[in-house]
Nanobody, 132 residues
Framework: QVQLMESGGDSVQAGGSLRLSCQAS????????MAWFRQAPGKEREGIAA????????SYAGSSKDRLTISYDNSKSTLYLQINGLEPADTAMYYC?????????????????????????WGQGTQVTVSS
């Protein structure tokens, strides 16, 4: 098992930047595939960025993808999400998610992991609020 703890959420003005962190603890086998999701009030959860932490392949999705950078620091077992040019539409609870190596062909494509959201481990979330 792996435990995930997000941090870094804040209330910021539009145009600002934030770096969200997700500290992983436990069995590092389950940090092979990691991702960020967000859920705005009244909306469905949305997968926005994913990474294979061994090798560094990434995938982004959604309207904010050009302003996102996902990364992973193996020495700290920490997942990051850099969000630049924050907009009010970015207001949401942000969650990180984790899983082991892909066991099915579909799971080898990160874009499908963001669509399917089939991760067994989730953090509690960190709130990002952007005001105009």
């Amino acid at each position: 098992q792996v435990q995930l703890m997000e941090s870094g959420g804040d209330s910021v003005q539009a145009g600002g930047s934030l770096r969200l962190s997700c500290q992983a603890s436990g069995d590092t086998y389950y940090t092979y595939t990691m991702a960020w999701f967000r859920q705005a009030p009244g909306k469905e959860r949305e997968g926005i960025a994913a990474i294979f932490t061994s090798g560094g392949a990434t995938s982004y999705a959604g309207s904010s993808k050009d302003r996102l950078t996902i990364s992973y620091d193996n020495s700290k077992s920490t997942l990051y999400l850099q969000i630049n040019g924050l907009e009010p539409a970015d207001t949401a609870m942000y969650y990180c998610a984790a899983d082991g190596p892909p066991s099915q062909a579909r799971d080898a494509r990160l874009m499908y992991r963001l669509q399917d959201a089939n991760f067994p481990y989730w953090g509690q979330g960190t709130q990002v609020t952007v005001s105009s």
